[in-house]
């Protein structure tokens, strides 16, 4: 008897079966559906119908740089494989959720991956292997959890999660990996697991916008790290020994925290050149806090609460020379108040409370370029203030000050620019002296200096 092709049992339904099902899993492993590819140094585009492979739809040869556009659900196992000639992949605004392991491999020019503004919520072991990538961007995504191996075996210069959902940093992330600069910012990381990070080499991390609450030294235990950018967390409290297993450390920022004292055995003997204290309520600054730091250039502490300046402060740090401590309280300056530091070239003291100046309180430094007191209660100033420094421009407006009697181009003989006294309640004749002589001293650029 002849056997019926709606026998369930026949060799050609069995056949046709097969064939149904092997439609229906290739189809749930397309990757590319409906998308469109855009190369740009040919400047064309190609739309895809349907491709397991992004081979398959870039033409070999020259080295391309391709974007992709369209809704990419899943990066299946090998759908980005065996591009030699791929250098730049721009897979940004997919509304991609899930990158498969085995998802990238044998791309031997990428330097260039771009993943962010997507929905990934997790990056699984083995995701980013043995690659030769230089830059990968994963910001903007929805990511709060990163498997131990993520990442292995892999050199970037740059590696960004910015904006994401991570609420800890945990071990074994990264393995046999090296990182130039690795971006954090915008995240929710309230915790660094130990040594999570001394297994990279790494040199530059932005932890911004996070809500980290102290600097644990087993958790910034970073052997290369020069750069570290902790500004807007939740730091309350610095403590001596805190920065110890960063023995590379040049450039520390610290802005927008909540930090009210700055205690000795911090910052001492460090190898900072930039330190930003900016943005926090510093009331209290230990008098040997800021003491043999060799190699600090710039030190900001401006937006605090410091009222009184000791000028003990920076004793063997002699090379210092930014310095602002704009908008805090401080009221007086004694004398030899900055002669620990005689390189200083701009120093900033606008915006306080200042209203005595010691006669020799600029007494040690030897050139301040920029030399900023605006906007304080100074009521007087005599010639004997400058005469033992050389400066740049001079900034005296908005101060207090209704006459000086002295002969102002003595008063003002070692300023070799500007010297600003706009706004100053000046008495009307000692006001007429005062703007003779700013057209005199600065080409009339104080010309239309307001007298009041």
């Not at 020259?62 to 897979?91: A, F, H």
């Not at 991609?96 to 031997?108: D, K, N, R, T, Y």
């Not at 910001?139 to 050199?155: H, I, M, Q, Y």
Request: proline letters at 4%; aromatic letters at 8%; charged letters at 25%.
């Amino acid at each position: 008897m002849t056997p019926s092709v709606f026998d369930m049992s026949s060799s050609p339904f069995k056949l046709l079966l097969a064939i149904f099902f092997l439609k229906i899993i290739n189809t749930e492993k397309i990757t590319f559906k409906n998308v469109t590819l855009f190369e740009q140094r040919s400047q064309t585009e190609t739309t895809v119908v349907a491709s397991d492979n992004l081979k398959k739809n870039i033409i070999s040869g020259e080295e391309v740089s391709v974007s992709v556009t369209g809704d990419v659900y899943t990066l299946y196992e090998k759908s980005v494989y065996d591009i030699p000639n791929l250098k730049i992949l721009i897979l940004s605004q997919l509304r991609l959720q899930e990158i498969e392991p085995g998802a990238f491999g044998s791309l031997p020019l990428l330097k260039y991956l771009a993943l962010n503004d997507n929905r990934l919520s997790e990056i699984r072991t083995g995701t980013f292997s043995n690659l030769n990538v230089s830059y990968i961007d994963l910001s903007r995504n929805s990511l709060d959890r990163l498997e131990p191996g993520a990442f292995k075996n892999v050199t970037l210069r740059y590696l960004g999660f910015a904006a994401n959902k991570l609420y800890e940093f945990p071990n074994g992330v990264f393995e046999n990996v090296t990182i130039e600069k690795l971006n954090l910012e915008m995240n929710k990381v309230h915790t660094i697991a130990p040594n999570s990070l001394s297994r990279i080499s790494l040199q530059h991390l932005i932890l911004t916008g996070n809500h980290l609450k102290q600097i644990n030294p087993e958790a910034f235990n970073i052997p290369e790290l020069t750069v570290l950018k902790l500004n807007y967390n939740m730091i309350k409290i610095l403590r001596p020994g805190d920065l110890k297993n960063l023995p590379q450390l040049n450039n520390l920022t610290l802005a927008n925290n909540q930090l009210n004292e700055i205690p000795e055995g911090v910052f001492n003997n460090t190898k900072i050149t930039h330190l930003g204290l900016l943005f926090n309520e510093i009331n209290t600054i230990a008098p040997k806090a800021l003491d043999d730091m060799k190699r600090l250039k710039v030190l900001d502490f401006s937006k605090n609460n410091v009222s009184q300046w000791d000028d003990n402060w920076l004793s063997g740090s002699s090379n210092l020379v930014l310095l602002s401590a704009r908008d805090n309280q401080i009221v007086r300056l004694p004398d030899e108040a900055f002669t620990n530091y005689p390189r200083l070239t701009l120093l900033d003291l606008q915006d306080n409370k200042i209203r005595k100046i010691s006669t020799k309180a600029f007494h040690g430094l030897e050139r301040v370029d920029n030399l900023l007191l605006c906007c304080n209660e100074i009521d007087s100033w005599s010639f004997d203030l400058l005469a033992n420094v050389s400066v740049g421009s001079i900034d005296l407006s908005l101060n207090k000050m209704r006459c000086i009697e002295e002969d102002l181009d003595k008063v003002f003989e070692n300023v070799d620019n500007l010297v600003e006294l706009f706004d100053n309640p000046w008495e009307d004749e000692c006001g007429e002296k005062i703007e003779e002589f700013m057209e005199k001293k600065n080409n009339a650029y104080f010309s239309k200096l307001r007298v009041k």
